[in-house]
């Protein structure tokens, strides 16, 4: 047998080194060395002793650059996998037909986020729907795939339970399994042959032959290649689910995004209904695109028209320091309220502090208030917020944020159904915004009527949307002075 080696992997980018150390000479990180143990047996092919061949179809075994080349010489596309989740789709990627968005055969998505979010009940829902019937061309019959949810954490019953809260408990197609050990899961999706395996989640699968605990690096590691390994070799699409640690990193150790084909992020607040699905790796699509969803009774709700439901909560009211943007992510317009508060500080420790937004753009515009606005801003706290908990960090809210602390500062408010877009440059000027005439006719259609935008000048046209007035500004001053 071979001997087994101690290493010392660094859970913060993945590299081995032979004796422990405080820092990670590779990414600076202190104290992120784990002690792991190496078999040099691991290293081959955990299937096939290391051999390069895939299974023929009629028996026996090809080389697999000989099956690359007949792939490439028969031209074949790869159907995707559709959840029915529009929102989920349109995370995952695809063509812009809906039908060609969704999952690839083979591949291998990480879904990761804070313990009681909702990935579960998602992917639950996501699994009954890979399960039903779906209808891709009105030529083809429909298409139906083979489910298995394995539960790491629950028992059968327990997701029986959910599943029926959910709605998907009546498809022939969904398989449950709740084991925590990897091989007898892979014995089992051998015998099945599923088109998706949901495995909720990785930090609780271990195979037996290692002695590190069930979440450790080795065992994430270990676990994780050879799970990657068969949605290769048999075209298994499988759907991981990775907690997020107390140090904010995705299950664990970050070598699993590396060895991964997605990872998507799931974020919200378990105190608010709003949840947000974003790509933060994607090898098949973008991952500009986001997922808006709202968790109600019945499972996790789509919200096609966005966050705007949270943008027009506040009412018909007037209130100083809230100013709506209409920020973009990916190819969808989303509009935010953006909010700011100012209260009495002292000059040198004055405070600034942000919620979703940049730090360090937040400061900026403070200065530029400062120097061209005429705020005097030096001796008050300021905080600013994105409504909804969404991350805006396009440069296109500098001007809806300034405005909310300008309003914060004189207590003056904007009328409710009034946007802000543009650039703020450091000297005070306002620069034009990309997609403007896209978020004026979503704003539009949301039923906003009046829009701070910056002036095209003399040799551009300002855009025309029905039912909305532009209101074109050249600097800073000027906008301070519309509130006014």
Known sequence: MAKTRTIFVCTSCGSTHSRWMGKCPDCGTWDSLEESQFDKSASTDPHRGGG???????????????????????????????????ELDRVLGGAENEQSKGLVPGSVVLVGGEPGIGKSTLLLQAAGAWAAPVKLDQASPDW???????????????????????GVADSDNLFVLSDTNLTRIMEQARKLKPD???????????????????????????????????????????????????????????????????????????????RIVRAIKNRFGTTLELGIFEMTGQGLQQLPGGMSVAALSGGDEHRAGAVVCPAMHGSRCVLVELQALTATGFVGSAKRKSSGLDSNRLAMLIAVLEQHGGLRLADRDVFASAVGGLKIIEPASDLALGLAIAGAHYKRSLPPTTIAIGEVGLGGELRPATQLEQRLRESARLGYTHAFIPDPGKHHKLPKIKGMELIPIKNVSQAIERLM
Do not use: W
């Not at 023929?56 to 099956?67: H, Q």
């Not at 298995?148 to 029926?164: D, G, I, T």
């Not at 068969?230 to 699993?256: D, N, Y």
């Open 144 to 166: 139906t795939s083979k489910v298995l949810y394995v539960s790491s954490e629950e028992s059968a019953q327990q997701v029986q339970m959910r599943a029926s809260r959910l």
């Open 52 to 86: 390069g061949f895939v299974e023929a179809k009629g028996g026996g075994e090809t080389p697999i650059a000989t099956a690359i080349t007949e792939v490439m010489a028969n031209n074949i596309s790869v159907k995707r996998l559709p959840t029915g989740i529009s």
């Open 196 to 274: 998706v395996c949901v495995i909720d989640s990785i930090q609780m699968i271990y195979k037996s032959d290692l002695e590190a605990a069930p979440g450790s690096v080795t065992q994430l590691r270990r676990c994780c290649s050879e799970l990657v390994y068969f949605a290769k070799a048999t075209g298994t699409a499988i759907v991981l689910v990775g907690h997020v640690t107390k140090e904010g990193t995705l299950a664990g150790p970050r070598m699993l995004e590396h060895m991964v084909d997605a990872v998507l992020y799931f974020e919200g607040d378990r105190y608010h209904s709003a």
